[in-house]
Structures are given as structure tokens and as C-alpha cells.
């Protein structure tokens, strides 16, 4: 045997010992895995319930349903839709699996787009594919069975009248709030607010169970306006004849229960379908006839003559002297001479001579006080976004010229809705009544002016229609009153332009028992006439028309006279 040589015993002992050395490792990873896992499972079990119930267990907002918007008849306007949300966290997302070509067809989305999106996101835990599905849609993407989709319930805001009305009710954003019109006016109270649920979920993201409510969501308050959407449909078809036949620039209309002092109609043109908002364009998405401000011409007039017979200082036998006037530099003058008149011819033939030295007569400080308790100068509505005050200046700032101007509608500006408040005055008989888009807001009314002084103007204004500028806004069965306006555009140089006109009528009916005020304004008409007389004044005839049948006011018998063309162009 050589030296050194192992014997067999030697390697037999070293072999045990190394074996017992594994054993023991094993014993102690053994023993440590024991307490460990004893430790995890016995002592701190919840830990592991709670990791696993983070990683099947959510808590997701319930979206609140927001409240709907109706007319007058309960009809919708405004109502919200159940819709989809499409959801996914790109970090374990795999943007190759081959039904996602089938889920971009659904979506008409682009396939490599889409791909190219979830990739760039990877550094994200969350990324919306597709938001406000429609059910429909989102049904068959869960057929698709894609792993890791996430599916969430919410509402999409529906306008089933579209264009029709839309920049009175305005729109929402994709979360459902409020940013124009009426739906940003209440949106705390069309509002709802949301609820909280627990789920499970499965290892693929896919909704298994609900586990219970943890806070049920509050509906918004619905909201019922004074609106009468067959009105509307009336006043907006109207409207848009108008505009197309005259070659106007736009328009408006609005038109009102006087003795309620609700708006049934308020018509825009341009419109826009506020359903479809990837292509919204801001100029037809204004309410016009609350937000613009305008130089209303003659259809002023009525209200300088109220605070003149009001005063005492004028009544119906009054003769005005209708010469030109001069006042300094400047010289008013009518078309045609008319000599001494009385007030309603004043009026009738529209002469802005006669009515400026009847301005002028009057105490400035009263007239303005009057002309701003007619609503001019101030806000109409309660609170509409974005309404304009138009500009009455304080009668410290008037000088000559400028009250007499004011007399016949320039260097004052108004909103359709201001004139539509103001002729609401004289319908009910001297009295402020506020004007209201929600029916049945009972508001207190304050007297502006006599009842015997309104119905002067009514007398007055019926003869406007009967032998006047505005024969056209006639209608046959009815008595009806109101005033045309013809107003000059201001130019870009300061002064006013001499071919671009604004056409308006004002107008009531039925005359003995006052029901209705529309307001039409047209907006640059190129074509054939401009006068308010010839442009404004057909279209209210229409909306009066229809609206009396419709809301069944019975004819009196009074049959207009066939001669429809006026015999003055001073409006």
C-alpha cells in the first residue's frame, strides 16, 4: 500500500460526514421554511388574505346618473345614456395578442395605432382605449375574451332635439359636467354624485362578482324648463327659412308667455348638433339672443314714448312737430317729411325727427331710470353663462346727441332677450314681470309704468301693424301690435356702415288679451329687403300664427287687410 493512500475507512467517514452536513442543511432550511410558512399562515395570516384580496378585490367609483333635462310637456332634452368605458394597465398588457386586430375593427380604431400606443405606455399603470362605448359595441368586445380589459359603467349625455336647441342647453365634457348653456347654468343641481362598490375580479382582470355597495350613487335633480319643444320646432324652422331666403349672416328669435314670464322658444341660426362634439365651432355655439348686443333701431321707440305718456307731459291728441332737427353739426331728418303729427303716427310711420325732439323734451335722469327698470342695461336671466348686460350709458353721459339718438335705437345696445323683457312690460299692462327658462318659478313683478300708459302703447303698436311700417307681421284672426327696427352695423372704421343692416320686430298678441311676445333679429340680409318691416316682421308672423293655433288661443274674427306693403322705410 502507498503512502499517503486513503484507506476505504477514511473515505467511508468522510463521505458520512459530508452526508450529515447536507442533512443538517436541509433540516434547517426545512425547519425555517416550517416557521416561516407556520409564521405566514397562523400568526400573520391576514397579511396574505389582504395581498390577495389587493390583487382581486377592487373598490370602483358607480357613476351617478345626471339629471335629466325636460320641456314644459315633460319631453326630453336633455337625458344620459349608459356607455362604456375601455380600459387597461399597459405593464402587463401583451399589445400582441392577436384579438386585438379584431378589438380595434370594433372601436374603428387603427390597428398599428393602437399597438403603437399601448408600447409608449409601458411606463404607465393605467391608459384608457376607448371611452363612452357604446353598449352595443362594448357587448361584443367582451366576447373578444381579451385578458387584462377593463370594463367601467358611465353615462353619455344624449340630445334628442339636436340642433333644434342646442345653444340653449349647451353640452358637457366626456366626464359629465357641465360647460355651456344651461347644463354648465345647473350643473351642481343636474349633478349627481357618485358611489363606491367592491368586486372581484379574476387573474385576467375580467369582472367576476360584486360584492356589495359601499356607497350608493345620488342621481342628479332633473330639471324641468319653461320651454315648449313643439314651439321651439316652430321658431327654429322659421328661422332658418328666413336666414336662407334673405342670405342673412344668422339670427335669433325668442318668444314668450308674457303673463307668466317663461320663455317657450329661444331659436338660434346657425345651430349647431351638440351631440356631435369632434366638430364644435364656437361662432354657432353661442347663444345669440342672450350673449350678443345690438343697436335695435326703432324698435326702441315704444319705450321713449312710455316714459313721454307716462310723464303726463304727452297723451294721444299730442301733435309733433316731424321737421329736421339740428343739434349742433348734426342734422335728424326723416325719408319723407310728415309735418305735424300725432304720437301714434310718431310711431306708426316710425319718424326719428318727431322722436328725437321728444327725448329731448323729457328729463334725462326719469328716462334713464325708466329705460332701466325695463330691464335695459342689466341681466334678464338668473345667471344663463356667458349673458351680456348690453349698455345703457347713466343719462350724465347722454349730452344732446346721444339721448336723441337713443330715441330712435342707436347708441344704446340690447339683447333679443332685453327687447323680448321690455315688450313683456306692455303686455302686462305696466308691469316687470322677470323673464324665466324654468316653468313655474314664480318671481314678484314690480309696475314700470301705468296700466293706462300700456294700453296706450297697445293701442299704438296694433296701429304700427294695421297701417304702419310692419303690415307683414300681420295675422289673420288676431289683433296684433308691435314695432319694426332697421339699425345701420357700426364699421370697422367707428362710424356705420351704409350696406350692412340688422332687421328686427318686436311684437305682441293677441292685442285685447295679451298672451305672446316674440323677438325676431336677422343678422346682415343680403338679399332682395333689409327693412325689419320686410325681414323680421314675415317671421314673426309665422311663429304668432302657428303658436296661437297650437296653444289653442281662439281667433277673434278680425281679418287683416290684403295690402301687405308698408308705406314707409324710416324703421
Known amino acids: ?68 333635462i325636460n320641456d314644459r310637456n315633460n319631453k326630453p332634452l336633455a337625458i344620459s345614456i349608459p356607455v362604456d368605458t375601455i380600459s387597461i394597465n399597459p405593464k402587463n398588457f ?12 370594433l372601436l374603428r380604431r387603427d390597428h398599428e395605432e393602437l399597438k403603437k400606443s399601448i408600447k409608449n405606455s409601458k411606463n404607465k399603470s393605467f391608459l384608457y382605449i376607448e371611452r363612452k362605448v357604446p353598449t352595443d359595441i362594448s357587448d361584443q368586445i367582451k366576447l373578444l375574451n381579451i385578458a387584462k380589459l377593463d370594463f367601467k359603467r358611465e353615462y353619455k349625455r344624449s340630445y334628442p332635439a339636436g340642433e333644434i336647441i342646442s345653444q340653449l342647453l349647451g353640452l358637457t365634457n366626456i366626464n359629465e359636467e357641465g360647460k355651456e348653456g344651461v347644463e354648465l347654468q345647473y350643473d351642481a343641481s ?7 362598490k367592491r368586486i372581484l375580479k379574476d387573474k385576467h382582470n375580467r369582472h367576476i362578482e360584486n360584492i356589495k355597495i359601499i356607497k350608493s350613487p345620488k342621481s342628479g335633480t332633473d330639471l ?6 313643439r314651439l321651439q320646432h316652430i321658431a327654429h324652422r322659421a328661422l332658418e327659412r328666413a336666414i336662407i331666403e334673405n342670405k342673412a349672416y344668422s339670427g335669433s328669435v325668442i318668444l314668450v308667455d308674457a303673463p307668466r314670464g317663461e320663455i317657450l322658444a329661444i331659436a338660434n341660426y346657425p345651430s349647431y348638433d351638440n351631440n356631435e362634439t369632434f366638430s364644435l365651432n364656437p361662432d354657432s ?39 329736421p332737427v339740428k343739434i349742433g353739426s348734426r342734422t335728424i331728418r326723416d325719408r319723407r317729411e310728415l309735418g305735424e303729427v300725432d304720437l301714434a303716427t310718431v310711431l306708426m310711420k316710425s319718424s326719428n325727427a318727431g322722436m328725437s325732439r321728444i327725448g329731448l323734451s323729457l328729463e334725462s335722469d326719469a328716462l334713464w331710470e325708466m329705460m332701466s ?12 353663462p356667458g349673458e351680456s348686460r348690453g349698455r345703457l350709458h347713466h343719462h350724465t353721459e347722454w349730452g344732446e346727441i346721444g339721448k336723441a339718438t337713443m330715441s330712435y ?42 296700466e293706462d300708459t300700456a294700453k296706450t302703447l297697445l293701442r299704438m303698436l296694433e296701429q304700427v301693424v294695421e297701417d304702419g311700417t310692419s303690415k307683414k307681421a300681420a295675422v289673420n284672426g288676431y ?35 295679451p298672451r305672446l311676445v316674440a323677438v325676431v333679429f336677422i343678422e346682415e340680409p343680403t338679399g332682395e329687403f333689409y327693412y325689419g318691416g320686410d325681414v323680421a316682421a314675415p317671421v314673426f308672423s309665422e311663429i304668432i300664427s302657428q303658436s296661437l293655433q297650437l296653444l289653442s288661443i281662439p281667433p277673434q274674427g278680425f281679418i287683416t287687410k290684403p295690402d301687405l306693403v308698408a308705406d314707409n322705410k324710416n324703421d
Open 1 to 68: 500500500m502507498r503512502r499517503g493512500a486513503e484507506t476505504r475507512e477514511e473515505i467511508s467517514r468522510r463521505f458520512v460526514v459530508r452526508s450529515l452536513w447536507v442533512f443538517g442543511v436541509f433540516v434547517f432550511f426545512s425547519f425555517f421554511l416550517v416557521v416561516r410558512a407556520t409564521y405566514l399562515q397562523v400568526l400573520n395570516k391576514n397579511f396574505l388574505i389582504e395581498q390577495g384580496n389587493i390583487r382581486q378585490i377592487r373598490d370602483i367609483n358607480i357613476a351617478a346618473y345626471r339629471g335629466t
Open 94 to 105: 401583451n399589445e400582441d395578442d392577436i384579438k386585438l386586430e379584431q378589438l380595434s375593427v
Open 190 to 196: 343636474l349633478r349627481g354624485i357618485p358611489g363606491v
Open 224 to 229: 324641468m324648463l319653461s320651454i315648449d319643444l
Open 285 to 323: 355655439m353661442r347663444n345669440r339672443a342672450i350673449i350678443d348686443m345690438y343697436e335695435p333701431g326703432s324698435s326702441i321707440k315704444p319705450f321713449i314714448l312710455a316714459r313721454a305718456v307716462d310723464s303726463g307731459l304727452y297723451d294721444l291728441a299730442s301733435l309733433i312737430d316731424t321737421s
Open 373 to 384: 327698470d325695463f330691464g335695459f342695461g342689466t341681466y334678464v336671466t338668473d345667471g344663463f
Open 409 to 450: 335705437g342707436y347708441g344704446i345696445t340690447v339683447t333679443p332677450i332685453q327687447l323680448a323683457q321690455a315688450y313683456s312690460v306692455i303686455a302686462n299692462n305696466g308691469l316687470y314681470a322677470p323673464l324665466s327658462l324654468r316653468k313655474g318659478l314664480f318671481q314678484e313683478s314690480k309696475r314700470v309704468i301705468n
Open 479 to 513: 289683433r296684433i301690435g308691435g314695432k319694426s327696427g332697421t339699425a345701420w352695423k357700426t364699421s370697422g372704421a367707428g362710424g356705420y356702415s351704409t350696406d350692412r343692416y340688422r332687421s328686427i320686430f318686436a311684437g305682441i298678441a293677441p292685442i285685447d288679451d
